[in-house]
């Protein structure tokens, strides 16, 4: 009875904390992501090139029960993408807020919601840089190496406004850089080389998604 206890309130949205105050959003993963997404509605992806993902997306200022159904419809479209991350622009919604179901360099399972993220500047000895490759739903087929830092921390607010924190190593680090990225307009190949942009796109170009996307006018 105690483990369903918490278990209602984990896909309620509120998680724990640990000593230093950052969210564990390792616990109940499987549990939590399938429940919202089986309240969800998956929708099309939008692709580069639409104006939603082109610029800053407006602060969540409504905690509210359309807010809990935008998280649901986006686990659900994460989930038909197989993507381990999703930002409200991919789907064609001007707000800050994404959301993830993404393992880290470890194997451990991190998911959960951020609303109005900020990513943290961090001091140069945590900034180590790992060049993988990175790939992105609204840039379909396509991927490049890009250097980014293998720690990462976030502040924002979770889908029921409390504050939270989320740190992220390894390939979850990426995940929270690369969808704070999409909620302040910036894709990314935004921050690739001109060759390396132009072949990202020529990539997309002749790949073929496995996903339902909105197509550009």
Known sequence: MAQQDTDQQHTDGVLPVDDEGFVIDTEDGEAREKAYRERGTSRPITVVGNPVLHKEC???TEFDDELAKLVDDMFASQHTAEGVGLAANQIGVDLKVFVYDCPD???ARHTGVICNPVLRELPTEQRRLDDSNEGCLSVPTAYAELARPDYAVVDGRDEKGNAITVRG??????CLQHETDHLYGYLYIDRLSKRERKDALKQMEEGTPRYPVVPND
């Open 58 to 60: 407006r602060d969540v």
């Open 105 to 107: 360099d470890d194997g």
């Open 169 to 174: 190593t390894g390939y979850f680090a990426r």
